[in-house]
């Protein structure tokens, strides 16, 4: 059985777990065992219940700017993500408004006839990968939404800024900011040719659609740069990748508005997360060139604040923790 996390304050919780000095290793895979106040044990709907205990009291809230941008549902995979965000748009009674995409193949010297025939407009309305939206996708007055590209970067309209619809268009849709310096703002997102960067697609095609998602739910590699003080933790599946838990948790800014629901591999509520931490990666590493790239990497105040603890100076004794820290900087820049 995995060792119980005993710390008062949230923020020592990532830094233990990221580090794997909690919970047993089999094979790199460690089982972590939540504390009851952060578990959710009993629900007969999954969903509906880390809807509830991320946003309580949806009905009255749905709309509030203030409640919204520090709240998220964070899960390990994009079906997950999908059914969360499909359950918790029903709960918003606004009108809906439904945007599908124009898809096509990239020309391609005198390829393109033949791909036309084979990837016909139906097949690639069925494809589903990280970066860009669904083929249809169903929007609400009211709805918290993420960026998947970068619009005007100078204005901070970046991939992964959060913002909330205020009136949907046939050809624009009006949103303002919810979080950083454009909090507020009002901001109008075109329609915009999108290419999946997905490598494991053997061709390459493009969609006319807005760069946009529902973000009441994100994945945990697109939750990069997010500081949030209500988090429900949904892995109804185990995390999959190195330092994926550790990413997770250290997100929120309260240990009070941690919530998680976990699953077994049997498909039954428990009280372990996998966490998946390979030490070897740790190896041979070079402090310098670390400390060179946060150096060079601009993150929130409250960000470094926050990890500032984990190596308040040069002289590392756990180069563990510092990878870490590298590891998030470059998936904030560059995750997906």
């Known amino acids: 059985m995995g060792n119980v996390l005993q710390f008062d304050e949230t923020k020592y919780i990532p830094k233990a777990i990221g580090d794997g000095r909690i919970g047993s290793s089999i094979d790199g895979i460690e089982k972590v065992q939540i504390p009851d106040d952060l578990l959710i044990n009993n629900c007969d709907d ?3 219940a ?9 009905f009255n809230h749905s709309s509030d700017i203030d ?3 520090q ?3 964070l899960a390990p995979t994009l079906d997950m993500v999908e ?9 918003n009674h606004s009108p809906e408004k439904t945007y599908l995409t124009s898809d096509t193949v990239c020309m391609s010297d005198n390829s393109l006839s033949a791909l036309e025939h084979v990837h016909t407009p139906k097949f690639l309305n069925s494809i589903k990968c990280s970066g860009i939206p669904n083929h249809s996708i169903t929007l609400k007055v009211g709805v918290p939404v993420m960026l998947l590209r970068n619009i005007d970067q100078s204005s901070g309209l970046c991939n992964g800024t959060r913002l909330i619809i205020t009136r949907l ?3 624009v849709i009006e949103t303002k900011v919810l979080s950083g310096d454009m909090a507020g703002q009002k901001v109008f997102i075109p329609r915009m040719t999108l290419m999946p960067s997905d490598t494991k697609i053997p061709f390459k095609f493009q969609q006319r659609q807005f760069p946009i998602v529902v973000s009441f739910a994100m994945t945990i590699n697109k939750s990069q740069g997010q500081s949030l003080s209500h988090v429900g933790l949904f892995l109804k599946k185990p995390v999959f990748t190195h330092g994926q838990l550790y990413v997770a948790l250290s997100h929120v800014t309260s240990r009070k508005g941690l919530k998680i629901l976990v699953y077994d591999d049997d498909g039954q509520i428990t009280n372990e997360a996998r966490n998946m931490v390979y030490k070897e990666v740790f190896h041979n590493l070079d402090l310098r060139q670390v400390y060179l790239a946060l150096s060079l990497v601009r993150v929130p105040e409250q960000t470094r604040d926050f990890y500032g603890e984990l190596f308040p100076s040069h002289a590392v004794q756990q180069p563990e923790e510092v990878f870490l820290m590298y590891f998030f900087l470059l998936s904030t820049l560059f995750g997906q």
């Open 46 to 48: 999954p969903v509906s």
């Open 50 to 58: 880390i809807v509830e205990s991320t946003y309580p009291d949806f």
């Open 67 to 69: 409640y919204l941008q």
């Open 71 to 73: 709240r998220a549902i």
């Open 83 to 91: 059914s969360i965000n499909e359950y918790t748009v029903s709960l």
């Open 169 to 171: 268009e046939n050809r």
